[in-house]
């Protein structure tokens, strides 16, 4: 049998479509990896850098009248929006006021909370800004109104501030988001838990504090006083901490009714935003075992830095220094996050509504602060308004000396590059 042969010319027509063919492949290689460098370009301009975009340390900021929730850069003051809850595109809105009015702000197990007057509970995915509404405060056997104040238990739960018209009944409720099962933690007018409230009295914030205990401070609708109150969260029973109307406490006299925020430093010391009836914006430092009060800074003393009035909002970061909202007569009666060390009660202006260079969305009416945990703190029995990790927030550990502003800031131990709360799925 003759064995089959090629001519020179199918043999060369043969190569050539070979090397067409490898050429072709090579070329479409090339394409791909080009497509997917220009991709992954793309997801590191967005999605990527957004998981970096929140990390361990960022501040988290309620703003009612802006109706947005903001990230401000612990070292530089920059103001950045993690979600606008007037735009639809994000998930479920509430309207803006008066429709709707942010109330808080918390952070645990790679979620923020964020709570609303009328709505009910946000979830806010912190890589995206995506929100959900995890509880509809509008229905259900427990309904109402959310009021100020909200934390996070070590297992994910939701404990707020929950008011009820008429009657005016004050209630603490937690809520697993998961299924939206609520339970009454403590009701306010059941002498079985404690004190009993009168008609004008009403919970005007609330944190957790070591071991997930409640803190409630308490105001009063007629200026009779004010108090806060540590609650169980398993029995509910009402235990008085602090009378405001106590001398023997505290010879300065200031309520908690025209002020926001309450919040635990990391050796279990309250601090509260206070307003006296003379005007005094005081954040006071409290004694949990005695209740007894002291100032720990005068907003209206210069001598302990620019003077602030107006006091919204309370966090602790890990340094110990301590974040609050105020509004900052020096730059025109706006409002501005302000840092104060924890030992000396010495401020400095983090974040400046009318600073432009620190972000072109200016702060509104700050209501509710958070700083944000890293992975290694986020087991721990403090929700976003306490503080986080080992140092004792009075000892030789200062992280931010004497200027405590922009820049300043001692950087958190995490890497500053990982988000705690993971890339984008």
């Known amino acids: 049998m003759k064995s089959a042969t090629k001519c020179p010319a199918c043999i060369h027509v043969s190569a050539f479509r070979s090397d067409r063919s490898a050429a072709w492949r090579l070329a ?3 394409f791909l990896r ?30 009612q009248s802006a109706d947005v929730l903001f990230k401000v850069d612990p070292e530089t003051g ?43 509970i946000f979830g806010v995915d912190p890589r995206t800004g995506k929100r959900t509404l995890l509880s509809n405060i509008n229905q259900g056997a427990i309904h109402g109104t959310l009021y100020y104040g909200v934390g996070v238990d070590v297992v994910g739960r939701v404990i707020a501030n929950s ?26 007018s059941n002498p079985a ?17 070591p071991f997930g205990a409640i803190l409630a401070g308490v105001g009063s609708t007629t200026f009779a006083g004010s108090a806060i109150y540590r609650i169980n969260p398993i029995t509910g ?11 023997a406490q505290g010879t300065d006299v200031v309520d908690l009714n025209s002020t926001l925020g309450i919040a635990v430093e990391i050796s279990g010391q309250i ?12 954040l006071l430092q409290i004694d949990p075992e005695t209740g007894r009060r002291r100032v720990l800074s005068d907003f209206n003393s210069s001598t302990q830095g620019p003077i602030g009035t107006s006091l919204h909002g309370l966090a602790v970061e890990r340094s110990g220094s301590v974040i609050v909202g105020a509004t900052a007569p020096a730059s025109g ?19 400046d509504a009318n600073n432009l260079s620190q972000g072109a969305v200016a702060f509104k009416a700050i209501v509710a602060i958070a700083v944000v945990p890293g992975d290694h703190d986020d087991h721990g029995d403090h929700d976003g308004h306490g503080g986080h990790g080992e140092h004792d927030g009075h000892g030789e550990h200062d992280g931010h000396g004497e200027h405590g502003g922009p820049g300043s800031h001692s950087k958190p131990t995490g890497d500053p590059l990982v988000s705690p709360f993971g890339v984008v799925k």
């Open 28 to 30: 479409c290689r090339r």
């Open 34 to 63: 080009n497509c997917l460098w220009l991709l992954g370009t793309f997801l590191l301009a967005g999605g990527l850098v957004q998981a970096a975009v929140i990390k361990e340390g960022d501040i988290l900021v309620a703003d």
């Open 78 to 120: 920059a103001r950045t929006v993690v979600s606008d809850f007037s735009d639809l595109s994000q998930g479920p809105g509430n309207g803006g006021f008066p429709s709707g009015a942010l109330a808080g702000v918390a952070v645990r197990g790679g979620q923020i909370y964020v709570t609303d007057f009328f709505i009910g």
């Open 163 to 188: 008011q009820q018209f008429p009657p005016q009944q004050q209630f603490v409720i937690r809520v697993d988001t998961r299924t939206d099962n609520r339970v009454l933690v403590t009701d306010f």
């Open 193 to 209: 838990q404690g004190a009993v409230f009168t008609g004008g009295n009403y919970i005007t914030d609330l944190t957790l504090g």
């Open 237 to 247: 029973y009402r235990s008085l901490v602090s009378d405001f109307t106590n001398p």
């Open 271 to 282: 601090l509260a935003n206070s307003l006296g009836p003379t005007g005094r914006d005081l």
């Open 333 to 351: 009666d706006v409002p501005a996050l302000f840092r104060v060390n924890q030992r000396t009660g010495r401020r400095t202006v983090l974040s």
